[in-house]
């Protein structure tokens, strides 16, 4: 079991770097109907996701984002993303550009891989528990992430990394991927 989770986790990177490196800045700004996400915005939320999820909930390590060197990358109010207004949203694909998420992107991968790597099946029977005395105040405790993410607690830990670090992260890949395809076919202009 653990083998296959580190192959999906490693495919969940792949995915994300391979949208970086695939949009433009403007792409990177823009949304394909005045409905959806801009573009930057939901590459930027896979990411913290995997690092919510891995980092600070898995691995009990806490979020690189919350470490000095990576601050940037997660903006007051932001958390993972989840429960996010439109207007932080927003502001998350036009102020953290796509070579400091490409960045984020790289030690991210290298911490998560490095973690996942020396566990066993059994410890991926482990039971997540999020409301954990070291989770207090934590992002996802917040009200509205909570709403999006509460239904992931008490599963074992091979489920939680299943989940939104994995299958989460291949609908946002196919909502990005049909956005891109849209504004790149010049049917619609892009919407900032």
């Known amino acids: 079991m653990k083998k296959l989770l580190e ?9 994300l770097r391979g949208q970086i490196d695939s949009m433009t800045d403007g792409e990177w700004r823009s949304r394909a109907h005045p409905a959806a996400n ?9 990411l913290r996701t995997i690092d919510w999820a891995v980092c600070g909930v898995a691995s ?6 919350d470490k000095s060197d990576w601050k940037d990358v997660k903006p007051p109010g932001s958390m993972f993303g989840a429960g996010v ?32 790597g020396p566990l066993s099946d ?4 482990r039971i997540v528990d999020l409301k954990a005395p070291h989770l207090a105040g934590a992002d ?6 909570w709403e999006e993410v509460g239904d992931l607690d008490g599963l074992p830990l091979w ?13 946002h890949y196919g909502e990005v991927m049909a956005q891109l395809e849209i504004l790149r ?6 919407v900032g």
């Open 185 to 190: 076919s010049g049917m619609v202009s892009p």
């Open 7 to 15: 192959a999906q986790l490693a495919g969940s990177f792949n995915l």
């Open 122 to 125: 059994e410890d991926l029977e």
């Open 38 to 46: 801009l573009l930057g915005f939901t590459t930027w939320h896979g």
């Open 60 to 65: 009990g390590e806490g979020e690189l984002a």
């Open 140 to 145: 996802h405790l917040h009200p509205a992430a």
């Open 159 to 171: 489920q939680l990394l299943a989940r939104p670090p994995v299958s989460h992260i291949r609908v």
């Open 85 to 116: 207004s439109r207007e932080i949203a927003d502001s998350i694909a036009t102020t953290i550009s796509r070579d400091r998420v490409r960045e984020y992107e790289a030690a991210l991968r290298e911490r998560v891989l490095s973690w996942i």
